[in-house]
């Protein structure tokens, strides 16, 4: 198997995190084969480096110990995180329909009073999907008018 330097260093971080995540949670091999479906050949295979760990088998073992998509690729397994990006207040709305702007005015007023539930998001959300406009933009309490 010839890599290159970006390939050899992803799979020696990919390595590394499979061994850490053996030892930190205790795992056999064979535990973790079982976890993943696979056998637990084929995880000694990547353990003796007679197979490169490769995308497909990092995923399982992410979405099997509930790791964040990607976590393998990382040293140390940290994810960078992606900074939320501010709202800030615009004066452009161009792009966006009077309906985009009577739905984000609605669950802006809400969030400021503090009346957001589960429910009353989904009935916004149901409003705004079936494209019915709220009667009065201006009034947060509830989503329907």
Do not use: W
């Not at 020696?12 to 056998?39: C, H, K």
């Not at 809400?110 to 429910?119: L, P, S």
């Amino acid at each position: 198997m010839n890599l290159n330097s970006y390939d050899k260093q992803l799979a020696d971080v990919r390595l590394a995190n499979l061994r850490a995540i053996l030892e930190q949670r205790n795992l056999t091999q064979a535990e973790l084969a079982d976890m993943v479906g696979l056998s637990a050949g084929a995880v000694s295979q990547y353990m003796t480096l007679r197979a490169q760990v490769g995308r497909s088998f990092c995923r399982k073992v992410e979405t099997a110990l509930g790791l964040p998509e990607g976590a393998m690729d990382h040293v140390n397994m940290k994810v960078p995180v992606e900074p939320i990006p501010v709202m800030l207040p615009s004066t452009s709305h161009a792009g966006l329909s009077p309906l985009h702007l009577a739905f984000i005015d609605v669950f802006s007023k809400a969030a400021k009073q503090g009346v957001i539930t589960d429910a009353y998001c989904l009935e916004l959300m149901q409003n705004f999907i079936s494209m019915q406009a709220p009667t009065d933009a201006g009034q947060a309490v509830s989503p329907g008018g």
